[in-house]
């Protein structure tokens, strides 16, 4: 019989524990996931391991998410092995528009998601594990904030 000790262990030990997201997050990947079941074009590990990290990971309503946690469409900086710096940009597949977006089925996005600014993530990439820093958030669009809620509470008055 396994208890629960050991099974928070297990789960400790992957790459998602201690993740972040949105429940607007977590129900736009939970949709792209069932629309994309069985698609070749889809790496079933990459598949896989979205899977697991939105369904283990902690759920925020926007306006409680905890600072500086990355987020779908969120940019942000990240630090090579090598100290070369790149923006980045999370997005689901179909919202790809510039060199910088990478879809959420990346291993990097996979990696990123949830993270906060300020945390190394690694992955394995070809055979080789690969180690980022998550040095800035730029932006986080979508992101509700108290103040963004009051103003839109004050706007709705006055029109």
Same mark, same amino acid.
């Given at each position: 019989?396994?208890?629960?000790?050991?099974?928070?262990?297990?789960?400790?030990?992957?790459?998602?524990?201690?993740?972040?997201?949105?429940?607007s997050?977590?129900?736009?990947?939970?949709?792209?996931?069932?629309?994309?079941?069985?698609?070749?074009?889809? +790496?079933?590990?990459?598949?896989?391991?979205? %899977?697991?990290l939105?369904s !283990?990971?902690? /759920?925020?309503?926007?306006? *409680? $998410?905890?600072?500086n946690?990355?987020?779908?469409?969120?940019?942000?900086?990240?630090?090579?092995?090598?100290?070369?710096?790149?923006?980045v940009?999370?997005?689901l597949?179909?919202?790809?528009?510039?060199?910088?977006?990478?879809?959420?089925?990346?291993?990097?996005?996979?990696?990123?998601?949830? +993270?906060?600014?300020?945390n190394?993530?690694? %992955?394995?990439?070809?055979? !080789?594990?690969? /180690?980022?820093?998550?040095? *800035? $958030?730029?932006?986080?669009?979508?992101?509700?904030?108290?103040?963004?809620?009051?103003?839109?509470?004050?706007?709705?008055?006055?029109?």
């Open positions: 019989m396994v208890n629960n000790i050991t099974l928070k262990k297990d789960v400790r030990s992957y790459e998602w524990f201690d993740r972040a997201v949105t429940f997050d977590y129900y736009q990947l939970l949709e792209l996931l069932s629309d994309d079941v069985g698609k070749l074009h889809i +790496a079933p590990v990459y598949f896989h391991k979205l %899977f697991m939105i !283990f990971s902690k /759920k925020y309503n926007s306006m *409680k $998410l905890p600072r946690v990355i987020t779908l469409n969120a940019e942000f900086i990240l630090v090579t092995e090598h100290k070369k710096k790149q923006l940009k999370i997005v597949p179909q919202n790809i528009q510039n060199n910088y977006d990478i879809s959420i089925y990346n291993p990097i996005a996979i990696a990123c998601l949830g +993270a906060k600014e300020g190394q993530v690694s %992955f394995l990439y070809k055979g !080789f594990q690969q /180690k980022l820093y998550i040095e *800035k $958030l730029v932006t986080q669009p979508g992101i509700m904030t108290k103040k963004n809620v009051d103003a839109l509470l004050v706007n709705s008055y006055l029109n």
